[in-house]
């Protein structure tokens, strides 16, 4: 029964119906399915679905981008119950996806799930410039800085920030983490960087291991 209705969530998800991804989220949940059990096992995955027909060329990125938005409708229900601290900030974290990149699926699941950990996120959203990401931290002095970066392209910004930081002396006032498609744990390190992480849930475990 579980397994049907988190099947048709992710059927919808792939056809990019975002309407019927809503109404079967916001189902689910009120069913009794674990919201980070639909996160993972129907919304996740019919990215992954896509990204799998995107990259064996049977979609376009207009479908993609279609299936996005459903993505965001079916988070959109999932929000209030995977971000919703029940006690005062453990930590402070500035997140961002960086300059030249526009996808903010996977960063703002992570600002969803932070904020559900209990840390305060300040979310300069997509297509960030290393300045912006320096002044933020001035600003708002926190614990962790968040990079977000899907293309192999903008991987080169989160070193440039990271460089940035250093240059104004700064690097050494924050923990900085960073993730998406092309990052590794190697190139973290090349970076400087302090962590990287896979996916969400491994995220979460990373920020509040380094707060
Ligand atoms: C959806 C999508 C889009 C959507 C984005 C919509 C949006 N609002 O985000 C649209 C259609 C706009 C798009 C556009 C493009 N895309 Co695109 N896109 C994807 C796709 C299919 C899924 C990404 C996604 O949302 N996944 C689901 C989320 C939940 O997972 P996630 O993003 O990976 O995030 C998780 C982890 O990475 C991690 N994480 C992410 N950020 C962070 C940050 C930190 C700090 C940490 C710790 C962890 C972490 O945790 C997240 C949650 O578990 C990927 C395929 C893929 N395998 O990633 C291609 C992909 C990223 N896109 C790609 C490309 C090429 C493009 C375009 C250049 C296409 C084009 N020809 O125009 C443009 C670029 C636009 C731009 N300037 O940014 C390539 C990148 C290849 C590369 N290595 O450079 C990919 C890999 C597709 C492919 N197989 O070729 N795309």
Excluded: W
């Amino acid at each position: 029964m579980i397994t049907l209705e988190l099947e048709l969530i992710t059927k919808a998800l792939i056809k990019g119906q975002a309407n019927r991804v809503k109404t079967l989220t916001a189902l689910a949940i009120e069913n009794g399915i674990n919201p980070q059990t639909v996160l993972e096992k129907a919304l996740i995955l019919g990215m992954k679905e896509i990204d799998g027909q995107f990259r064996d060329n049977l979609i376009y990125i207009s479908d993609v981008l279609i299936a996005s938005r459903a993505m965001h409708a079916g988070l959109h229900e999932l929000k209030p119950f995977l971000s919703n601290p029940q006690q005062s900030p453990l930590g402070k974290v500035v997140i961002g996806t960086v300059a030249g990149d526009l996808h903010d699926i996977g960063k703002n699941l992570i600002v969803m799930m932070f904020r559900g950990a209990g840390l305060d996120v300040i979310d300069l959203g997509i297509d960030v410039q290393p300045e912006d990401f320096v002044q933020a931290i001035i600003d708002h002095q926190p614990d962790i800085l968040a990079m977000s970066a899907m293309l192999t392209t903008t991987l080169g910004m989160m070193s440039e920030t990271i460089k940035e930081l250093t240059h104004r002396e700064l690097r050494n006032r924050v923990k900085i983490i960073i993730g998406g498609n092309p990052a590794t744990q190697d190139f973290a390190q090349a970076i400087n960087a302090d962590g990287y992480a896979v996916d969400v849930f491994k995220a979460v475990d990373l920020a509040l291991k380094l707060i």
